[in-house]
Every structure is written in C-alpha cells, then in structure tokens.
C-alpha cells in the first residue's frame, strides 16, 4: 500500500473491519475505520451531523490536518498544516484560517474552492454550508453575513450593524440556514461580554450580559453563561425575546449547550466538594438530570455521552462497554474506547480506541434504546402459555421484562430483543396489558399495549320481517332477529352481503336491493361475525313470490 501526500492529497487508506448486527430494521454496526501510518495517534476535533464526514489530526514529523469522508473511504489531507474549522452539519464545507495573512480559504467536497477576498477569520456555517460569519480585522473586530458563491467574485458580503455604540463585535453560533445569528461584544470597559442576535428581518439587538456558546437549529434559541463571573447558565428565547436560566439553582455551569432541536440544555457543573457533574435539562418539562460525576457530556436530540455512560431522556442510563459486548469485539486487538461524537440525532457514534501502537477511529451506529414492539401482540383471553418477544435495543443483561407491573420470567436477551414467558393466568382477563422493559440501571422504558381479546360470538337467527316479500318490487327494509349480533355483524341474503345497521346484541337491520329479487323462490338469511372467532349463523328462510 503506498501513501502520497502533497497539497491536499486524497490518501487511499487500508481496509477497514466492520461488524454488522440488525435492531429494529435498522443496522446496528460497528466500524474499525481504515488506518494511515501518517497518522498515529490521531485526533478527532469536528464530526458533521449525519456522520459521514469529519475532521483531525495526527503526528508524523509535525501536525498532520485531516478530512475524512466515510462514503469516499478517504484521508483528504490539508496544505501548510492548517487545521479546518466550522465544518458543515452535512459535511459539505470546511474553512482553513491562515493567519500568517489573515485569510480564510473555502474548502468545498474536499477540494479548496476559493479565498474570502476580505482579510477575514472564520466564522460559523450554515447547515448546508452556503453561508458563513466571518470576521475583519481591519482596525476593529466586525462580522459579515457571506453567501458564498462557487468563487470569490461571487460571495455576497452584508456587514452586520454594529450594536449601538459598539466598535468591535463577533458573530459565534446560527442557525441552520443561516438566516439568526448571535454574538457578543464588550462593553466599554472591555470586562464584561453582551450578546447581541442578528437578522436580517429585525436587525442587531443586544439580549442580554452574557457569552452565547450555541442555538438550535431553528435559532429559536441561544444558550451562554452570565457575564456576572458566577458562572449561570442562560438562554435567551428569541420567540418570546426574553433572557431564562437554564439549570436554575446551579451555578458553575461550564460548556453549556442546546440541542439542535432545541429540546434538551445539556453542560457540566461544578459540585460543593469541587466534583464535575454533567447535566441534561428538558426544555418542556424543565426536568434535570444530574449525570453523577460523568465529566463533560457529549449531546444530541435523543442521546447524551459522558465517562463511558449514555443518558437517554426517558429511557435512564446505560453502558458503553454493553454496546461493545454485543459486537464480540475481543479478538480486535482495540482497548480504552471513548466515545469523541455523536450524529445529530444520536443513532452514529465515533469514537476512539487504542492499539499496541498508538490509537485507531472506530464509528458505530445504534438504535435507541428502548422497547419498540412486541411479537405477538395480542392474545385470546384464557389463551395457553406463549413466549413473548419484546423487540428494541440496548437490552443487556440485567434487563427484565415485566407485565402490568409484574416481572415475568426472562429466557433470552440479546441486544435487539428480549424473550420473556407469558402464563395463562396472566390472560385471565381481556383488554390491554401493559408491557414495560426495566433496564439494569433501573430505568423504565414507556409502555406497550399487548391486547388480550374476547373471541367474537357464533351468531343464530331465530326470525326476520318480513317472512315474505313480492318478486319485482321495491328494495325493502329487512329486520333480522336472533343472538349473538355485533356492531361489526353482516347480514347476508342468499350468500349476498348487505348494508347492516346494529340495532341490538338480538336485532340487526339491513336494506334489500330490489335486483337480489331473482335470487329464487325461497332466499335463506344469514348473520356472519367477523374472527377472531365469530362465523356464519344458521339460515332462516324468505319466502319470494
């Protein structure tokens, strides 16, 4: 295998091993990506949001910048050893800052596009990376709204007003397209930091004292820490224009930060006996969770990742080392994993791992945990003993099956189901059972309904009105008397299924059509119930003259 690095080389890597598991109908996997011998130990600083691409670093005789692309299956390597900053939520876009002359260079699919034609530094990205938040250095620090074109010539520059009497001021975080951005400034006497947001609706507004630090994908909302040196976090909802705390009650929060949709805060903090704690708060309940001493978590919409643990709200925690138990990973040769990133919605994770050598990058995928469906679903009331299968993920053992409250006895456990026997006691009643997975740590998934049912009666018919009806006459109306009807009961002329109304468990009616008249001289009628259970009646007869 030969490496060739040059300006930005595309390096052809060597295989990568990769484990392939199935949860949910959705592929659980777990890859050893490919190695490069340029590249050892190496370093992750930036993942998109769906994964596929990200960027690092190594040492060989120096620093070593890198891209990779996990659909190319390529190390893209940086010119001069610049690093990339403000990737791109799809992977699309990349800047490198030079500061030996101020300029920033715009990197498209892995290749340079084109340089800012201002001397500006880097800023944030839009999701799309079509737009990005520059700043100039000339004589004060001011920020730019820059829709990139395909090359210099073509990038649209629109210079953010400056909060009033302000000199220098710097965009930090946007919003997925681009259209918000938040920033901050300081005031006169250069010791305390503003936040302003930005756009190009309503202007520049300042919101509030504080370092913003990150804003959901929507821009609805932009979370920092207060600038009173006491370390409160805070969101400023840009809906309701009004500046909240996020945490309330704690203080010392550090790294505070919003989902991308916006539903969950998430930081760390420092505990009285000077312990750092991560923290998860929801949005809509106000609801925290203190993650115990888990260092700095790492966030998504749906998962958190912190000292070897995953948080998911609702679900509870639960073991990265149960994630790697279910993929047999002993013979890889890897220890010391740690997850670096998790994709936007939590289901990709990548991460670290070292070697006899140095480190390796693995990458997995997961669904949530958690108890999806159930197989079967339903029962007869007074049915036999069956096994139960509840379908999910992140099952390990120590995980327990339980119904409407009671545990059942548990028989298999794998990663993607749990099988559990169901007694004919448990189905003595009908209706819905609830069915509840308890995993190791204690927490408890939501609720599946299992359905124990009553099979439907066998009607019989003891009469009907009219006993006799004239041939080509009008359709009539026919009441049908007898046991066992349902709402869900047919009534049927000579085989001919009607348009049925229930009236009672003993009378059904339905309409005629005066066309069934040719049917015969004696017509038998009938009542079907539907399965489960149900069937056909016996037949009492209408005389046709």
């Known amino acids: 295998m030969f490496y060739f690095k040059c300006a930005f080389t595309k390096v052809l890597p060597v295989l990568a091993s990769s484990i392939l598991l199935t949860c949910l109908g959705q592929a659980q996997s777990f890859q050893i990506l490919p190695s490069d011998p340029y590249l050892n130990p190496q370093y992750i600083t930036q993942m998109s949001g769906n994964g596929n691409t990200f960027t690092g670093y190594g040492y060989s005789t120096a620093h070593e910048y890198y891209i990779y692309s996990q659909s190319q299956g390529y190390y893209f390597y940086l010119p001069s050893s610049l690093p990339p900053f403000n990737l791109s939520e799809d992977g699309s876009t990349f800047l490198v800052f030079n500061d030996s002359n101020y300029t920033t260079q715009i990197y498209k699919n ?94 520049t507004r300042v919101i509030g004292s504080f370092f913003p630090f990150s804003s959901s994908d929507d821009g609805s909302l932009c979370v920092g820490q207060n600038a009173d040196g006491t370390g409160t976090p805070v969101v ?28 969950y805060f998430y930081g760390q903090y420092q505990n009285s ?76 994770m990548l991460g670290t791992a070292n070697t006899s050598t140095g480190s390796s990058i693995w990458y997995a995928t997961l669904p949530l945990e958690g108890a999806a469906s159930l197989s079967p679903a339903s029962r007869v009331v007074h049915g036999t003993n069956f096994e139960l299968t509840v379908n999910g993920s992140g099952f390990s053992s120590g995980t327990t099956v339980y119904w409407n409250g009671a545990a059942l006895p548990t028989t298999t456990i794998k990663p993607c189901h749990i099988e559990a026997e169901v007694s004919r006691a448990d189905l003595a009643d009908a209706g819905n059972a609830l069915v509840t997975v308890k995993f190791a740590d204690g927490s408890v998934s939501a609720p599946l309904n299992f359905n124990v049912f009553n099979l439907n009666p066998t009607p019989t018919t003891n009469s009907t009105n009219p006993t006799m009806v004239h041939h080509g006459g009008a359709g009539f109306s ?68």
């Open 110 to 203: 892995y290749a340079y596009s084109h340089t800012l034609s201002l001397q500006v530094s880097t800023g944030p990205l839009s999701a799309n990376g079509g737009i990005c938040f520059p700043f100039s250095f000339a004589g004060s620090l001011k920020s730019y709204q820059v829709i990139l074109g395909a090359t210099s010539v073509a990038d649209v520059y629109t210079l953010i007003p400056a909060p009033a009497g302000v000199d220098s001021y710097v965009v930090k975080t946007c919003s997925a397209d681009g259209s918000i951005a938040y920033g901050y400034f300081q005031d006169v006497s250069g010791n305390q930091n503003h936040a302003f947001t930005w756009s190009a609706a309503t202007g």
């Open 236 to 263: 400023w909802n840009n809906s309701s224009a009004q500046l909240g705390q996020v945490f309330p009650g704690y203080t010392r929060v550090f790294g505070v930060a919003v989902t991308p949709d916006g539903k």
């Open 273 to 348: 006996d000077e312990s750092m704690h991560g923290l998860v708060q929801t949005v809509s309940s106000g609801a925290i969770a203190d993650l115990g001493q888990t260092g700095m978590p790492i966030g998504s919409d749906s998962r958190f990742y912190a000292a070897g643990a995953f948080y998911q709200p609702g679900v509870g925690t639960y073991q990265l080392s149960d994630l790697l138990n279910s993929y047999n990973l002993g013979s890889s040769g890897l220890s010391g994993y740690a997850v670096q990133k998790l994709t936007n919605d939590g289901t990709g």
């Open 478 to 545: 026919i009441t049908v008397n007898g046991t066992g009807f349902l709402a869900t009961s047919t009534v049927k002329w000579g085989g001919l299924g009607l348009v049925t109304q229930y009236i009672s468990p003993v009378e059904l009616t339905a309409n005629v059509p005066a066309a069934y008249y040719t049917i015969g001289k004696t017509v038998p009628v009938t009542v079907v119930n539907p399965v489960p259970g149900g069937g056909t009646s016996n037949a009492t007869n209408v005389i046709v003259q």
